[in-house]
């Protein structure tokens, strides 16, 4: 069953042409250079950016996980009630979330015991387990993530991923994830979108990440190594 589907999808000047479906529990990773438009595809998901022509066919709920930025350390705001206000109707209806909904998001992220702390005084990586917990919190069929790991140390990066991968599998939850490297999700990555200054291409990790497709989007001659089980572009 396809969650999000691009047809024909267009943002000039960036992307142009784009078809492509994602399935149910897919985990898609988006990849390329900056300035190529990864986080514009991810903004015409969520609506805050227009297509330039063709159309997006999306889910009826999407949780997102934004880039890295830090709250203001004055907000007063504690970490449970943020994350009520990400729950789907919670405010729109004038009704409290379920306390117990909001414990559940947290505990699924490992941030239990964040709850009654102000979010401006957490750290960077604290905070971005909040934002997970945000995107979580209303059940979502599709899971947007706009470079999630950037202020995660190693073993942070490596729960984050068995979170998402978790969650794809026994949710059935899709992932539309960008990133700069492969390599930290490497193992949990069915197909590769890669959007480079000459063209986009899809397909698996096998197809898509070899010399010969990377020196076509590049429009230069660029090889693919793996070393140590880690694929280095030059």
């Known amino acids: 069953m396809a969650l999000l589907t691009f047809t024909d999808a267009s943002v000039d000047p960036l ?7 994602i399935g149910t529990g897919e985990f898609l990773t988006v990849l390329g250079p900056n300035g190529v438009g ?8 969520l609506g805050t950016r227009a297509l330039s022509s063709g159309s997006v066919s999306t889910p009826d709920r999407i949780g997102f996980i934004p880039q890295q930025r830090m709250f203001d350390t004055d907000l ?25 909904t909001v414990d559940a998001a947290l505990a699924e992220v490992g941030a239990s015991g964040l709850a009654d702390r102000r979010v401006g005084t957490l750290s960077g990586g604290q ?4 934002r997970q917990a945000q995107a979580l919190a ?23 991923v068995e979170l ?23 193992g ?21 990440m070899t010399g010969p497709v990377l020196s076509r989007l590049y429009g230069t001659e660029v ?4 070393v140590n089980g880690r694929m280095v572009v030059v």
């Open 38 to 45: 990864k986080s514009t595809l991810l903004n015409t998901v």
């Open 188 to 208: 949990v990555t069915d197909r590769v979108l890669y959007l480079g200054p000459d063209g986009h291409v899809t397909g698996t990790v096998d197809e898509v």
């Open 223 to 226: 090889d693919v190594a793996e």
């Open 76 to 100: 007063p705001i504690r970490v449970r009630d943020l994350v009520g206000l990400s729950i789907e109707h919670g405010v729109l209806s004038r009704r409290r979330p379920r306390r117990a």
């Open 15 to 21: 992307w142009h042409n784009l078809d492509l479906s």
């Open 138 to 160: 209303s059940d979502p069929q599709l899971l947007l993530c706009d470079e999630p790991l950037l202020s995660l140390d190693l073993s942070a990066q490596r729960s984050a």
């Open 127 to 130: 905070q971005q387990l909040v």
């Open 164 to 186: 998402l991968d978790r969650r794809r599998r026994e949710h059935g939850t899709a992932v539309v994830f960008v990133t700069h490297s492969i390599n930290p999700v490497l």
